[in-house]
């Protein structure tokens, strides 16, 4: 048997959080994923363990958590989402995921496993003094240097009363729209963290019985090269009615970009299965670039 037979290629080992937005809250979830490559020909099953830390858990306040099948020779991404008491003041941490590898859907015969360490940066960025941050409100009622597809500065959302978002109101189409935003930003030589963090919200109704309003994806690319994807797994038809999302965080890592002009590009992937009786209110707000 080969030393390795599954691949964690891609997993979201930097965490950024804003502590501002959180404040008010006991405690908080973050959502991670992982990528993996079964390269074995027979099916896989994984399960998620948290090492190393009386802090963290998943959202069911367990520490371990089967995420199910890999296909022989196939790729699988699994997102799961973490749960943590909110700091009093901010704070810099790591820990341990683990993820073993099992032949059976008991999880009884295991195959191998491979750690990953997790940092996590949980940061009021907007006040702090070892951070450097650049923050995109809205709130003067301009795209504030980002470039919109789209989407359009609206007061129909805000993470602020009677603020301004980046909104976008589907309706009346079938067709799957990809509303987006991007800039090109400075990352500093010498950082040690930088990080991008977004607040993002949707309403989702429809009035059709088995048709479908969706929130499908959000999604990060560096350059034109997609660096993350959220799948946000989003679907309302008539019972219920109404979906609410958000406001959500989600953040990338970016510290491998130090010392470059990079251009940003924030997605959301949408749907509609009817062009009547169905439309999706999304919004993005407070962009948040953070380094140190």
Do not use: C
Request: proline share 2%; net charge negative; charged share 20%.
């Amino acid at each position: 048997m080969p030393s390795s037979m599954v691949d964690v290629s891609d997993v979201s080992k930097t965490l950024y959080i804003d502590r501002y937005g959180i404040s008010t809250l006991e405690e908080f979830t973050t959502r991670m994923y992982a990528r993996f490559k079964n390269q074995s020909p027979q099916l896989v099953y994984v399960k998620a363990i948290i090492l190393n830390t009386t802090e963290w858990t998943f959202d069911n306040g367990s520490t371990s958590k089967n995420l199910g099948s890999i296909d022989a020779f196939g790729y699988s991404d699994k997102y799961f989402t973490l749960k943590r008491a909110v700091p009093t003041a901010d704070i810099e941490e790591s820990f341990t995921m683990k993820f073993e590898f099992y032949k059976d859907s008991g999880y009884t015969k295991k195959l191998e496993e491979v750690t990953k360490t997790v940092y996590a940066n949980i940061i009021d960025f907007r006040n702090s003094t070892e951070w450097t941050s650049e923050l995109t409100d809205f709130e003067d009622g301009t795209e504030q240097g980002w470039t919109l597809n789209l989407f359009s500065i609206s007061q129909d959302a805000s993470i602020e009363a009677g603020g301004y978002s980046a909104y976008y109101y589907l309706s009346g189409t079938t067709a799957t729209k990809y509303p987006s935003i991007e800039k090109t930003i400075s990352i500093p030589a010498g950082v040690t963290k930088a990080g991008i963090i977004f607040y993002y919200g949707a309403h989702l109704f429809s009035g059709w019985n088995g048709k479908y309003a969706r929130f499908n994806y959000t999604r990060v690319y560096v350059n034109g090269e997609l660096i993350f994807e959220d799948y946000i797994n989003a679907a309302v038809d008539y019972n219920p009615t109404h979906k609410y999302i958000g406001w959500y965080q989600s953040s990338v890592d970016l510290t491998e970009y130090a010392g470059q002009n990079i251009t940003v590009k924030i997605e959301f992937e949408l749907h509609l299965d009817k062009t009547s009786s169905m439309w999706i209110k999304s919004a993005l707000d407070d962009i948040i670039f953070a380094y140190k």
